[in-house]
């Protein structure tokens, strides 16, 4: 199976801490998208590249959070001082031209 | 600002009847629109879609309609199966927002043998 990978599952981290999460996307997708999701709400739009060019970020990505696709293939989201609203499942997904975005599994982020 | 609503939480169907499931938007730049299922620990998966120069688009046992002018969309799932329960959420986009998708809080439904 190609699709969407993320790593790690879960994440616990104390309040403070910098984390990482990767994300792989289907090969020959060249948009890459991270999204985070809530309990009780749809997954919410954080940044997106078009291959390595970073073109779109909400204004929920604070100065804490910097995303990074390095050669346009993998992805990172790192969050620096992480706080306990942090707490959330972390989305990654890809696409192609024209075609619907295909989702990772997740990076569940616990902050304690 | 949520300019993607799904009013019902959660709905329950038995199997064999028809799920219809409803979305409402407010921006009237989107022009592109997908219904996403997701199991638990799962990510959700990518269901149907339809753009805004249709008005239903079908794909087996799923239809989605679009009526513009309420800025209301479906999707009606027929004849439902007890696998089709999961959560499904309503997404929309504007092609001249670099295609980010906006979703809906997602409606539960369970579809009961």
């Known amino acids: 199976d190609t699709g969407v990978s993320q790593d790690p599952r879960h994440k616990i981290t104390k309040r403070g801490q910098n984390v990482t999460f990767r994300c792989d996307p289907i090969?020959?997708?060249?948009?890459l998208y991270w999204y985070r999701q809530t309990l009780g709400q749809g997954p919410e739009f954080l940044t997106y590249?078009?291959?390595?060019?970073?073109?779109?970020k909400s204004r929920l990505l604070s100065d804490r959070f910097s995303a990074e696709r390095p050669k346009g293939s993998f992805s990172t989201l790192e969050i620096q001082r992480t706080e306990q609203g942090d707490s959330a499942m972390y989305l990654c997904?890809?696409?192609?031209?024209?075609?619907?975005?295909?989702f990772g599994n997740g990076t569940r982020l616990t902050v304690t | 600002d949520q300019q993607v609503k799904q009013n019902s939480p959660s709905l329950s169907v038995q199997e064999g009847r028809i799920s219809i499931l409803n979305c409402d938007y407010t921006?009237?730049?989107?022009?592109?629109f997908l219904w996403y299922k997701k199991y638990p620990a799962e990510g959700p998966t990518f269901l149907i879609s339809?753009?805004?120069?249709?008005d239903k688009n079908e794909d087996g046992r799923f239809t989605v309609f679009l009526n513009k002018s309420a800025k209301h969309l479906s999707l009606h799932i027929v004849p439902s199966q007890p696998g089709d329960s999961a959560v499904y959420f309503c997404?929309?986009?504007?092609?001249?927002?670099?295609?980010?998708?906006?979703f809906g809080k997602g409606t539960s439904l369970l579809v009961t043998p």
């Open positions: 997904a890809s696409s192609g031209i024209s075609t619907p975005l295909h």
């Open positions: 090969s020959e997708h060249n948009r």
């Open positions: 590249f078009q291959n390595e060019a970073q073109l779109e």
């Open positions: 921006n009237s730049m989107f022009d592109y």
């Open positions: 339809i753009s805004s120069i249709k």
């Open positions: 997404a929309a986009s504007a092609s001249n927002s670099g295609y980010a998708l906006n």
